[in-house]
């Protein structure tokens, strides 16, 4: 199996020269610091600026090192950096990115990669559609990693706990009916998981809540791309 997840892993990690737009946090738009409406994408065609929640403020909030995990690992980071969500008070914290104008167009993908260590509270990501309505939701809580809201592949892709945790999370529209989700786990455990959603992506929510204190406890994510059609 392990040779097979590891193509897996690799196809969904980004193709420079091959997207249609990216953001990662080392983009000088994140040089000062992480505010509403900051868009460090390499394109303006595709994706729009933040949209930050209430909460979503600092020191919720934070372009920093994957490394907080406690784990050393810096598998997500570019230049050293990646978003991160955490409020050690318990409070919730959620942002919000939109594919201009309309979504993701008939055959392109969006990927997104995650990083993880506690799995307390609850904290991940919803794929909604143009109305704002959830059509995906992958969320880690209850020391368990689990979709919902999917048209098919729901529940959990494996509950095994590791320190070092990892996800890439895959979105391909096939057309206005929907596309087909996938997760692909690394680090300390490897694992994929994959199904289809209904309706055409319009944005991503990416929220962590309910955690304590601990910086185990915090979400980090990173490297938003946007792929072109197959050929």
């Not at 933040?50 to 909030?61: D, F, M, R, S, T």
């Not at 904290?123 to 959830?134: M, S």
């Amino acid at each position: 199996m392990k040779p097979l997840l590891s193509i897996l892993f690799l196809a969904c990690m980004p193709v420079m020269g091959e997207q249609v737009d990216s953001d990662r946090a080392d983009r000088e738009a994140y040089k000062d610091g992480w505010a509403d409406g900051d868009d460090g994408s390499s394109s303006p065609a595709s994706l729009g600026g933040w949209v930050l929640g209430e909460n979503a403020k600092e020191p919720n909030i934070a372009i920093a090192s994957s490394s907080g995990l406690g784990t050393g690992k810096t598998d997500i980071d570019t230049g050293g950096v990646a978003f991160k969500l955490h409020d050690p008070t318990g409070g919730n914290v959620d942002v919000f990115r939109f594919i201009d104008p309309t979504g993701l167009e008939n055959g392109e993908s969006l990927a997104i990669d995650l990083a993880v260590n506690f799995r307390g509270g609850y904290k991940g990501i919803d794929a909604r559609d143009g109305d704002g309505k959830t059509v995906f939701n992958f969320n880690i809580g209850g020391d368990d990693h689990v979709v919902d809201k999917a048209t098919t592949g729901n529940g959990s892709i494996g509950n095994t706990y590791a320190a070092h945790t990892t996800f890439v999370v895959t979105f391909k529209q096939d057309d206005e009916r929907g596309g087909t989700w996938t997760v692909v786990r690394g680090g300390g455990v490897t694992a994929t998981a994959s199904g289809r959603y209904s309706g055409r992506i319009r944005s991503l929510k990416i929220y962590n809540g309910g955690q304590g204190a601990e910086p185990e406890n915090a979400l980090y994510f990173n490297n938003l791309r946007v792929l072109p059609a197959s050929e």
